[in-house]
């Protein structure tokens, strides 16, 4: 199964302090360390997760690599690219503003960029890891993609 994560997840999941540290690390040791699954990260999860606040504690950051290396070696992580959806994603940021009263949706560029990943059948996507369930609810139920998130 191909599962793509969030940066919530990420940085709950390399940050002691998080709120959502337990539950993230339960999730990668039973999706990643005992089952086979493959660990999908857009290119703009990365970013968004090794911050500035990530990157002056090194031994996240640390972690971090140490993780990614193990399933690179075991053929079980994918990175996405995002340089054919930056602009139309761009483009949506924008055009939400022309919407009139409670129909504006404040998604940010990364979340767009997830959002048509998660759409595109190419990238065959099982499963999303987020704790903003709201973000990618419908794009998930529209592809078929399983939504996990704290509650399971």
Known sequence: MKVCVDACFLI???????????????????????????LVVP??????????????????LGLLERDLKRLRQRN?????FDRKMREQALGECFEELKKQGG????????DRVVRLMLLNPKNRLH??????????????????????DQYG
Not at 12 to 38: C, M, N
Not at 43 to 60: K, Q
Not at 76 to 80: A, G
Not at 127 to 148: H, M, W, Y
Request: include cysteine.
């Open 103 to 110: 129909s504006y949706r404040a998604l940010s560029l990364v």
């Open 76 to 80: 079980r992580l994918s990175m996405l």
């Open 43 to 60: 290119w703009p999860i990365l970013y968004e997760t090794v911050s500035t606040r990530m990157a002056r504690r090194s031994d996240s």
């Open 127 to 148: 499963a999303l890891i987020t704790f903003n369930r709201g973000d990618f609810e419908d794009v998930c139920r529209s592809r078929k993609i399983q939504l996990i």
């Open 12 to 38: 709950a999941l390399y940050d002691s302090r998080d709120g959502l540290h337990g539950v993230a690390e339960a999730l990668f040791e039973k999706l990643f360390d005992s089952a086979t699954h493959e």
